[in-house]
């Protein structure tokens, strides 16, 4: 990897109500009905700051925006993975049939089955595949977890690379470890803290400007592992989210990688290298794609007719009775 050696040393503090300003408002009538308070940043390959919202070096926890990191470190271990299973690596998937056969195609290809995951039984994450999921009976399991592919990847990788793979959750664990430098290369940044994600995973924090900055490195996919990664995931975007669902929309139509995050998080990175980090300090999803979307076309990164469409995709109409009579509108 190309990339600078050395990390800048982060002295913010965790982000605080202070930190973030109104990005969005829900309308009704003309009159604003609720606020969504968040902070965001747009950075290109190199560093520099394209927008700021808020106060961007304040510590977050980037949850599941830090997948294609992980990958990349999955990578790093030598191992081939199939352009499926590279983006089932990098997924928050919505847990329909076709993403838990593919997840238990990938253990199986590895010698391994669903009882080999950490991660913990769960219902799907798509509120429609949750719905037939528990029509067919199913109780919730491993495999329909959102980050199942992700644990099978680092079983995969575990494997391949001769690591044990009973304690591959481990903070000390020899992939997780890469991990976390893959993070500190990519974000020029170490890790304040490492807790524990929802999914079982060490969780590294970093400032919402790192993250952009590291995922504005990877959408630019100038080393082998980087090309091979956005290649894959625009190859089988319906993998790393779902048909119809807000990151698959986003790569299909502007290429490039994108990735939700619990708690208000999402990161959208172009085939330029530029790329957009998003927190919403409520934790709210709803503005998120919208809020991000807005921020790139803003500053040039993508073009208004793509940031329409896919907006019109994603809309949060406000309804009174059978009529529309309002909606969500950014606010940069």
Same mark, same amino acid.
């Given at each position: ?9 982060v002295t913010?503090?965790?982000l605080?109500?202070?930190d973030?300003v109104?990005?969005a408002?829900l309308v009704?009538?003309g ?11 747009v950075v290109?390959y190199?560093g520099?700051?394209?927008m700021?919202r808020?106060?961007?070096?304040a510590?977050?926890?980037?949850r ?6 992980q990958?990349?470190?999955?990578l790093g271990?030598g191992?081939?993975?199939s352009?499926?299973?590279l983006?089932?690596?990098?997924a ?7 993403h838990r056969d593919?997840?238990l195609?990938?253990l199986?290809e590895?010698?391994l ?5 950490q991660?913990?039984?769960?219902l799907?994450?798509g509120s ?8 067919e009976?199913?109780q919730?399991s491993? *495999?329909?977890?959102n ?5 099978a =990847?680092?079983?995969?990788?575990? $494997?391949h #690379? /001769? ?5 591959y959750?481990?903070m000390?664990?020899?992939l997780q470890?890469?991990?976390?430098e893959?993070?500190?290369q ?6 304040t803290?490492?807790s ?5 995973a ?9 993250l952009a ?5 990877i959408a ?19 993998a790393?989210d779902?048909?119809g669902?807000?990151?698959?929309l986003?790569?299909?139509? *502007? ?8 708690e =208000?998080?999402v990161?959208i990175? $172009?085939p #330029? /290298?530029?790329a957009?980090?998003v927190?919403i300090?409520?934790g709210?999803?709803?503005a998120?794609?919208l ?8 500053v040039?990164?993508i073009s208004?007719?793509?940031?329409a469409a896919?907006?019109?995709?994603m809309?949060?109409p406000?309804?009174?009775g059978d ?6 509108q950014?606010r940069?």
């Amino acid at each position: 990897m190309t990339h600078s050696p050395h990390c800048k040393a982060v002295t913010s503090a965790w982000l605080g109500a202070n930190d973030a300003v109104v990005l969005a408002e829900l309308v009704r009538d003309g009159h604003t009905e609720s606020l969504h308070h968040g902070v965001l940043a747009v950075v290109d390959y190199d560093g520099a700051t394209q927008m700021e919202r808020g106060n961007p070096d304040a510590i977050v926890y980037p949850r599941s925006t830090l997948k294609p990191l992980q990958a990349l470190a999955v990578l790093g271990t030598g191992i081939s993975l199939s352009s499926l299973n590279l983006t089932l690596t990098t997924a928050s998937h919505c847990g329909s049939t076709r993403h838990r056969d593919a997840v238990l195609a990938f253990l199986r290809e590895y010698g391994l089955d669903e009882s080999s995951l950490q991660c913990p039984h769960d219902l799907p994450l798509g509120s429609a595949e949750r719905a037939q999921f528990l029509a067919e009976g199913h109780q919730p399991s491993r *495999l329909a977890m959102n980050c199942s592919g992700k644990h099978a =990847g680092f079983l995969a990788a575990c $494997t391949h #690379a /001769g690591y044990s793979t009973e304690d591959y959750l481990s903070m000390e664990h020899p992939l997780q470890q890469s991990i976390a430098e893959t993070i500190t290369q990519y974000a020029e940044e170490a890790p304040t803290f490492t807790s524990h994600d929802g999914c079982g995973a060490p969780l590294n924090a970093l400032s919402l400007r790192g993250l952009a900055l590291a995922i504005a490195r990877i959408a630019k996919a100038r080393t082998p592992h980087e090309e091979q990664l956005i290649a894959a995931v625009r190859e089988n975007a319906w993998a790393i989210d779902g048909e119809g669902r807000d990151n698959t929309l986003t790569i299909e139509t *502007l290429g490039g990688i994108a990735k939700i995050g619990a708690e =208000g998080l999402v990161v959208i990175g $172009t085939p #330029a /290298g530029i790329a957009v980090a998003v927190k919403i300090v409520d934790g709210s999803m709803r503005a998120t794609s919208l809020v991000a979307l807005a921020a790139l076309e803003s500053v040039g990164a993508i073009s208004s007719s793509d940031a329409a469409a896919l907006s019109t995709r994603m809309a949060h109409p406000v309804t009174g009775g059978d009529n529309i009579i309002g909606g969500l509108q950014v606010r940069l």
